[in-house]
């Protein structure tokens, strides 16, 4: 197990950072750490009860080893790997390809890469999706058809497209061996035309949300078919799983991240959880968190029936960029937000800055340093400033860019995420807002089933009657 270890430092969501009535007093936390362990047994009943695959499957050697094995195999057969997927179907394996391989992976000669192109193609705009489609030689690509459920309506609408393009473009029957198919093991769509046509295809639990599914075939097939550690991975992960098998909230990361940012938004009105890498290979990390916490909390009712109240929207932020964008508003306008920064100990490639123009101090002065010390000075005192002026803030510190640390920071998330639900009451595990939006989709599209749907819309469009449009 790597010695590699995430830590996380929440000093400026206190009163003793930000001063008197700006922040929370230790006395809240220990107020929490009944209903703490009361979740936490919840936690661990579900786990007995078969609930929470995103945590048994990191613990499956029986799931890993074909997973490294298949990754391995297309490493070697294939030139591109392009997955079709959309939310949790794309944005884990984005998030692991943004972190762990080169920054110009993509753009590399096969001898300097560790395994395949891959493009992660988790939207239909189609002046993307159809140029995408133009650059990469069909004879050299794999496509991994990505839906646990085999309904998602982009996903199979990508399928037939490409699908269509391989038959022009290879010759009738051959395009098959261009696919596989990601989805449930029993049901759906998808499934079904895989056991009846024959197309390769790797199973998902049925009962695996999306948004969890970064540790499954989902994420990592992508991630060893790129040339990424899967082992060393799924190591941070059980590394951080271990730390997070602790009923008490200051000794357990996840519990404790979730106790603040409740109590920040109970007690102190911040509504607003932003999620700021300081680094560009953690960008696909902010998506990633932005979804899992958005779709798990975001709901109008709890487990009892009653109104919920509703969780902090999460919005995305990448150091320094947004220091020079976002930040104002942060500092002077509503205190309504809470800033986790993600800060890095150890960059592979620190740049050293020359020493130039040292008869000129407002210029000279960063010569003989480096440019990950000034990313890093720029993060801590941003960090610095937001306190000084009683703006709520934490800080996740990695030692390195790592499988380890990103196997632990990714399980860490989604931990917390399961706590957080437990303390606002709600199911972290299904999304009713979203399935609305499809069933509507489907109506509108033509889909069998869905009259009523499409009836719906009709009349919402009468009714507007384009009254407000410009």
């Known amino acids: 197990m790597s010695r590699e270890i995430v830590r996380w430092d929440f000093n400026n969501m206190f009163e003793h950072a930000l001063g008197r009535g700006k922040g929370l007093k230790p006395s809240d936390i220990d107020r929490l750490r009944k209903r703490g362990r009361e979740i936490h047994g919840a936690i661990r009943e579900m786990r007995r009860a078969g609930t929470t695959p995103f945590y048994r499957v990191i613990f499956e050697d029986s799931e890993l080893a074909p997973i490294a094995a298949l990754g391995a195999e297309i ?33 590399l000669p096969r001898e300097e890469r560790s395994g395949v192109r891959l493009f992660v193609a988790d939207n239909i705009d189609p002046e993307t999706f159809t140029s995408l489609l133009e650059y990469l030689e069909p004879s050299k690509t794999l496509f991994n058809v990505v ?23 290879l010759g009738p029957g051959r395009g098959k061996e261009h696919f596989l198919l990601t989805t449930d093991a029993q049901a759906g769509p998808l499934r079904r035309v895989a056991e009846r046509e024959g197309y390769p295809s790797v199973s998902i639990a049925g009962e695996m949300v999306g948004r969890y599914s970064v540790f499954s075939a989902v994420g990592l097939l992508p991630a060893a078919a790129s040339g990424i550690d899967v082992r060393s991975l799924v190591a941070g992960a059980r590394a951080m799983a271990d730390r997070c098998d602790n009923p008490e909230l200051w000794e357990n990361p996840a519990y404790m991240s979730g106790a603040l940012h409740y109590l920040s938004q109970r007690r ?27 779709e798990s909390l975001g709901k109008e009712r709890d487990v009892r029936g009653k109104k919920a109240l509703g969780a902090q929207c999460p919005v995305r932020a990448l150091g320094i960029t947004d220091q020079h964008s976002q930040l104002q508003l942060y500092m002077e306008g509503p205190d309504d937000k809470v800033v986790d920064f993600i800060r890095v100990q150890g960059f592979s490639k620190p740049a050293a800055i020359p020493r130039l123009y040292e008869g000129d101090e407002a210029v000279g ?73 499809k069933r509507l989709t489907y109506g509108m599209m033509g889909r069998p089933g869905y009259r009523k749907e499409k009836q719906e819309v009709l009349a919402m469009q009468r009714k507007k009657k384009e009254r407000f449009v410009l």
């Open 75 to 107: 490493r070697e057969r294939w030139e591109n790997l392009v997955v079709l997927g959309v939310g949790g179907s794309a944005l884990g394996a984005e998030s692991l390809h943004l972190a762990l391989n080169h920054p110009l992976h993509n753009w």
């Open 365 to 437: 002065y960063l010569g003989g340093r480096e440019l990950s010390e000034l990313l890093l000075a720029e993060e801590r005192a941003t960090e610095m400033a937001l306190a000084k002026k009683g703006r709520m803030n934490s800080t996740i510190v990695l030692d390195s860019i790592s499988p380890q640390t990103i196997g632990q920071i990714l399980f860490m998330f989604e931990m917390e995420t399961v706590f957080a639900a437990g303390l606002y009451r709600v199911n972290p595990f299904d999304q009713p807002g979203v399935e609305k939006g």
């Open 147 to 169: 839906s646990r459920s085999g309904e998602t309506a982009e996903t199979l609408a990508q399928f037939l497209i490409v699908r269509d393009r391989l038959e022009r473009a």
């Open 268 to 294: 102190k009105g911040k509504r607003i959880r932003v999620i700021m890498p300081y680094s560009d290979l953690l960008t696909g990390i902010g998506e990633w968190f932005c979804q899992l916490w958005a």
